[in-house]
């Protein structure tokens, strides 16, 4: 009885005994709970970021969790209500977990991180951000002006091919695609095919150049937008038909190695100058790091080429995020702790192992072979971003199953190009209907 009881005086504090109370408060232990996706970077990453914000904050102690499968680590985890407090897992994954919560208004808005001060530092952390990285449906999937995913890691995406063997043979990199048909068949003579990519899902970044290429950014919104006329008009059927003639070129062996089991064998094709071109991102540097190579080898990358000559060129940029689910119990400092990672100790750690942040003047610093990819936006080459706005979900419809995976059939005669863009239009006039409703 006497702990219920209260005194007046107990119930009356003044001004300043608040404030104490307050920094007394901010100075206790906060366990937080971070689980992210071990990826191309290695496992040895995400170790070093928690042993740094320690220096920063010794009063956050860190439960980290680090999976390759990440979505089936947290799926059980969110099912029981034991959600972590941050998540470094991007948009455009097979398991579409992020996409899920979005779909469920299940993410914590993180718009107010970009005011906070980095910790350890004086500026805040959109003083630090690129222009344009946090203004895209990759980070701000309801189109309302609002931040629920901060990007992480980004990485230019295009064509990645062997440097030392177009120099050998004096190859050019075509900026067309009628400039890659000819080229296939001068390959095709070396007993080299023209294309390759690690698994269909890769093809997500590739497809949305080559939206971009036929139509611009008005034509990408409208396709992320799910706008039955602009998949189902000429643009973006000539982007389909480019696709099959791609699939007519395609290496081999690719479809049966293009699974989570065979990818790198796949990979392996360019390095071994069986195949000319694959789509990929940054990280296949330190991912293919030990492979064995052709001799002469050297990693280059291109733009996708343009669907006519004059035509714009696009490199779709690739993010990866981190974000707070709206269950965290630590959502303030999980905000403190997603702040650090634009801090210049953390951005110093991820180059380390080649993550690169859309931090200001951060490309300058990577080295020559990391600058040559990030360079690709010189010479006119534009970066595209974005991905499908959010939408709820419908039983059975798997847009980018059909959209990218349906490649696999395309490649191996199963599937014709008008039944694959059929087949895609008739998902997104779907998905348009839940929107309008």
Do not use: C
Not at 111 to 133: A, H, N, R, S
């Amino acid at each position: 009885m006497k702990k219920a009881l209260l005194s007046a005086a107990a119930l009356v504090l003044s001004a300043s005994n608040l404030v104490g109370l307050v920094n007394v408060h901010a100075q206790d232990k906060v366990e937080l709970d971070l689980a992210v996706l071990e990826g191309g970077y290695g496992a040895e990453v995400w170790p070093a970021i928690v042993e740094a914000y320690k220096e920063v904050n010794p009063n956050v102690e860190i439960k980290l969790t680090q999976e390759k499968e990440l979505e089936d680590a947290l799926t059980p985890r969110f099912q029981s209500g034991d959600a972590p407090d941050v998540v470094m897992l991007g948009l455009g994954r097979a398991k579409a977990f992020p996409e899920t919560l979005i779909k469920e208004k299940a993410l914590a808005d993180l718009t107010d991180v970009l005011d906070l001060t980095v910790p350890g530092e004086e500026g805040t952390v959109k003083d630090k951000l690129l222009p344009g990285f946090t203004s895209s449906t990759a980070t701000n999937p309801y189109g309302d002006g609002k931040t629920y995913l901060m990007p992480m890691f980004y990485s230019p995406t295009g064509l990645f091919y062997n440097k030392g063997l177009f120099t050998e043979k004096g190859w050019e990199v075509p900026t067309t695609w009628d400039g890659m048909w000819e080229l296939a068949a001068k390959a095709k003579e070396e007993g080299i095919a023209l294309f390759t990519y690690p698994t269909a899902g890769y093809l997500d970044t590739f497809f949305y150049s080559n939206i971009y290429s036929a139509g611009g950014q008005e034509l990408f919104d409208k396709a992320m937008g799910y706008d039955p006329e602009a998949w189902g008009g000429e643009d973006l059927k000539a982007v389909f038909e480019t696709l099959g003639k791609l699939a007519e070129n395609t290496e081999s062996t690719t479809v049966a190695n293009a699974n989570k089991d065979g990818f790198t064998k796949n990979q392996q094709l360019i390095l071994d100058n069986k195949a000319l071109f694959m789509p990929n991102g940054t990280w296949i540097v330190g991912e293919m790091a030990e492979a064995p190579r052709a001799e002469g080898f050297e990693w280059g990358m291109t733009a996708i080429p343009a669907l006519k000559e004059g035509g714009d060129r696009y490199a779709y940029t690739f993010l990866e995020q981190v974000w707070v689910p709206e269950a965290a119990e630590q959502k303030e400092a999980a905000k403190e702790f997603v702040a650090f990672l634009y801090s210049d100790k953390a951005a110093e750690v991820f180059a380390k192992y080649n993550a690169v942040q859309p931090i200001k003047g951060l490309s300058d610093k990577l080295p020559a072979e990391q600058q040559v990819f990030y360079n690709i936006y010189n010479d006119g080459v534009q970066a595209g971003m974005g991905n499908f706005v959010a939408a709820e979900a419908i039983e059975g419809a798997d847009l980018k199953g059909t959209l990218t995976g349906t490649f696999d059939s395309v490649v191996s005669g199963d599937t014709t190009v008008a039944d694959w863009q059929t087949a895609v239009v008739e998902l997104v006039t779907q998905l348009h209907e839940s929107l309008v409703q």
